[in-house]
């Protein structure tokens, strides 16, 4: 496996300016097609009475000779998750021939509107190969230079650091657990940031085990050794907003003690979903050169089963000294969250607000299905700006309440907190309320529980690992450090 080729490369796309290229026209309504003159009256009709616009949305068209001349989509904007234009455009490139296409536009297309089109193409193009090295060389492109005309060159340059942060994630989560072990996720890591040249220092062996217990406790079974991410980045000495992403990083997931079965352990190496979807949005800002001095912590570990396994009822102090007794083995992910954002809140340095990301609860994938992220929130502000930018950007998620009773599930007799909860209902809820004992009361967090992963395929979104909430986060962030 290449490792060092997670990145800089996007499929179903060309640059070479000398190609010859294909017309691909969008349009919003097809009675956009009696005002150009970029395609001829013969055309049009044949357009209007063969491919029936009205219904199929998409049609090709000839010649004199009757040789392809190009092709036509009536494109129809939409907020609404699977009919967007990102959707769209995935489809319309699996009806499309394998040539070289130049995107035109017929009409008034909004610049979004065609930057969506070019994310939903470039999407329709990702396959998880373990072997880079042999990837087939694309026979369907659609020229980028044509569209670098077509929109501004900042939010080209955005769309094109999206994909390339989307398939970065995806192929993350897709790697098989014996190749990201935490040693070889490192190794990534270093080498995908080091173009940006952000300071990045490991915490590992001893000095893991003493700064970061819980981490430490929970990967301290496996062959495959924890470790602790810490990334700085800020390409600007301007005074600018700080802000912390940080990401449960298990590369897998055995349940440890409390065991999974074995059809649950299936997909367990998508346990590290969150530390990738925070990789990916790392990756995008920087690429950007966003305004922002950015933090990434990234917690790594394997949950495994040895003589060295955490039990349930163990007892053991937190990087902030609270006592935390182990509930389910298998609810190992917050314990590695609870050392991270302790970490996160020390020092002189104070943050604007800290995100974090993980596939962390079932119970939320009980209340909100595989599709849906489950967000919480201590700061109604920093809540709504990241529901608000979800359905901006076709990327949504849910915001679920921190509902303090709830605590009391929490809370032992002899002055421990439990990690799971005596509650058999809530778990989301429980586990966002664990979390926040590790949260300083001035501190704005989120907490963003997902899946990371699609369980069925459509255009764009094929079955494996996913970057929910990716974009999402990129844009809330770019537009909250652009008004900072």
């Given at each position: 496996m290449m490792l060092n080729d997670l990145v800089n490369k996007i499929s179903g796309f060309c640059e070479n300016k000398k190609i010859n290229s294909i017309p691909l026209y969008l349009i919003k309504d097809i009675s956009d097609l009696d005002s150009t003159d970029l395609i001829t009256k013969e055309q049009k009709y044949f357009l209007k009475s063969a491919f029936r616009l009205e219904t199929d949305n998409f049609g090709f068209f000839p010649d004199k000779s009757f040789n392809l001349a190009?092709?036509?989509?009536?494109?129809?904007?939409?907020?609404e998750p699977r009919k967007s234009i990102i959707d769209q455009a995935a489809i319309i490139s699996k009806k499309i021939p394998k040539k070289k296409w130049a995107l035109r536009i017929i009409g008034n297309i909004e610049d979004k509107e065609i930057s969506n089109f070019l994310l939903g193409w470039g999407l329709s193009f990702y396959q998880f190969n373990i072997d880079k090295t042999k990837n087939d060389a694309q026979s369907q492109s659609l020229c980028l230079n044509e569209i670098k005309k077509l929109i501004k060159k900042k939010l080209f340059e955005k769309s094109i650091a999206e994909l390339k942060s989307?398939?970065?994630?995806?192929?993350?989560?897709?790697?098989?657990?014996?190749?990201?072990?935490?040693?070889?996720?490192?190794?990534?890591?270093?080498?995908?940031?080091?173009?940006?040249?952000?300071?990045?220092?490991?915490?590992?062996?001893?000095?893991?085990?003493?700064?970061?217990?819980?981490?430490?406790?929970?990967?301290?079974?496996?062959?495959?050794?924890?470790?602790?991410?810490?990334?700085?980045?800020?390409?600007?000495?301007?005074?600018?907003?700080?802000?912390?992403?940080?990401?449960?990083?298990?590369?897998?997931?055995?349940?440890?003690?409390?065991?999974?079965?074995?059809?649950?352990?299936?997909?367990?190496?998508?346990?590290?979903?969150?530390?990738?979807?925070?990789?990916?949005?790392?990756?995008?800002?920087m690429s950007v050169k966003c305004p922002v001095n950015l933090r990434i912590i990234l917690p790594l570990a394997e949950?495994?089963?040895?003589?060295?396994?955490?039990?349930?009822?163990?007892?053991?102090?937190?990087?902030?000294?609270?006592?935390?007794?182990?509930?389910?083995?298998?609810?190992?992910?917050?314990?590695?969250?609870?050392?991270?954002?302790?970490?996160?809140?020390?020092?002189?340095?104070?943050?604007?607000?800290?995100?974090?990301?993980?596939?962390?609860?079932?119970?939320?994938?009980?209340?909100?299905?595989?599709?849906?992220?489950?967000?919480?929130?201590?700061?109604?502000?920093?809540?709504?700006?990241?529901?608000?930018?979800?359905?901006?950007?076709?990327?949504p998620m849910w915001k679920m309440p921190l509902f303090s009773p709830y605590e009391r599930f929490l809370e032992k007799n002899y002055n421990?907190?439990?990690?799971?909860?005596?509650?058999?209902?809530?778990?989301?809820?429980?586990?966002?309320?664990?979390?926040?004992?590790?949260?300083n009361t001035n501190t704005k967090w989120a907490h963003v529980d997902l899946m990371a992963w699609n369980n069925s395929?459509?255009?764009?979104f094929p079955i494996g690992g996913e970057a929910m909430g990716l974009r999402n986060i990129v844009n809330m962030i770019i537009n909250y450090c652009d008004k900072n």
């Open positions: 190009g092709a036509i989509a009536i494109i129809k904007n939409s907020q989307i398939f970065l994630t995806r192929d993350l989560i897709n790697l098989p657990p014996n190749y990201l072990t935490p040693k070889k996720y490192t190794e990534i890591i270093k080498t995908s940031l080091k173009p940006f040249g952000a300071k990045i220092t490991v915490f590992e062996g001893k000095k893991l085990e003493t700064n970061f217990p819980l981490i430490n406790f929970v990967g301290r079974s496996s062959e495959n050794k924890p470790a602790l991410i810490d990334i700085k980045w800020n390409n600007t000495k301007k005074d600018v907003p700080t802000i912390v992403l940080i990401g449960k990083g298990v590369t897998f997931d055995s349940g440890g003690l409390d065991i999974k079965p074995s059809s649950s352990m299936l997909l367990m190496k998508k346990d590290m979903g969150g530390s990738a979807v925070v990789l990916g949005i790392g990756y995008a800002l949950n495994a089963v040895s003589e060295k396994s955490m039990r349930p009822m163990d007892i053991i102090y937190s990087r902030n000294k609270i006592p935390v007794e182990i509930g389910n083995t298998d609810a190992e992910g917050r314990l590695l969250l609870a050392d991270a954002l302790t970490y996160s809140q020390e020092g002189k340095e104070s943050n604007d607000f800290i995100i974090n990301f993980a596939t962390l609860t079932g119970a939320a994938r009980v209340a909100l299905g595989t599709e849906l992220p489950a967000l919480f929130s201590n700061n109604e502000e920093l809540g709504e700006s990241i529901i608000r930018s979800g359905k901006e950007q076709i990327d421990v907190i439990s990690s799971t909860g005596s509650a058999g209902t809530g778990g989301a809820i429980t586990a966002a309320l664990f979390l926040k004992k590790f949260i395929s459509r255009p764009g």
